[in-house]
């Protein structure tokens, strides 16, 4: 009968513990997914620039303003301008607020909150003023200019909603996240969107 040496028992119980220990550790794997929420949460705070829906605009603000007495425009006292402008509308989802649900290393279900208008933008270097008046009795001020750029804001954002962006920001978000996603191996994808209750006062 042919000894064995100790040597090559040795290597022969390091080589079966070795197996049976990357047996245990590809089975662990298996069980838990390979990404967890927060190395995902820190994926889509990269993509958030690329999930915005951007709004060019390009308009005229006619201002018009009387002196008043007990509500009523005094005759002589008017003052108006013209403003040129360049500017733009952002609307977007915050993607600091999404919630992540990793099941699996297959499927995950995302929660994005409602859409809202991020940023309305000016450039004060576009404005261009046209058909200024002079009127002694009632000069235009700083504060006119502000007002009246104050308000063609409130009117783009109107404009925007009206026109969809809000919807449009929603599906950008959920194209974004649908595309990382994937790139990342997950083929079951549901994204829902953030149910907000009203409060009862």
């Known amino acids: 009968m042919r000894n064995i040496s100790i040597p090559t028992i040795f290597f022969f119980l390091t080589t079966v513990i070795l197996g049976f220990a990357l047996l245990i550790n590809n089975n662990k794997r298996a069980d838990y997914p390979g990404y967890s929420s927060s190395t995902i ?3 889509i705070t990269h993509i958030q620039e690329l999930a915005l829906v951007k709004h060019n605009y390009t ?12 509500n009523i425009n005094i005759p002589l006292t008017d003052k108006y301008f013209l403003l040129k402008y360049n500017g733009y509308l952002k609307a977007g989802v915050d993607f600091s607020r999404v919630k992540i649900d990793v099941q699996n290393d297959s499927t995950i279900h995302v929660s994005i909150p409602k859409p809202k208008i991020l940023d309305t933008v000016i450039d ?14 009632n000069p235009i001020k700083i504060s006119d200019y502000n007002e009246a750029l104050t308000r063609e804001k409130n009117n783009m954002i109107k404009d925007a909603i009206d026109q969809g962006i809000l919807s449009d920001a929603t599906e950008q978000a959920k194209i974004a996240l649908r595309t990382m996603l994937e790139e990342m191996g997950f083929s ?7 149910l907000i209750i009203p409060q009862i006062h």
């Not at 308009?59 to 007495?69: C, H, L, P, T």
């Not at 404005?127 to 200024?132: H, I, L």
């Not at 079951?188 to 953030?194: H, R, S, V």
């Open 59 to 70: 308009g005229v603000i006619s201002y018009k303003d009387y002196m008043k007495f007990l």
């Open 124 to 137: 004060e270097k576009s404005v261009e003023v046209f058909n200024e008046s002079e009127n002694a009795f």
């Open 188 to 194: 079951q994808i549901y994204i829902t969107e953030e």
């Open 41 to 43: 949460m820190n994926r």
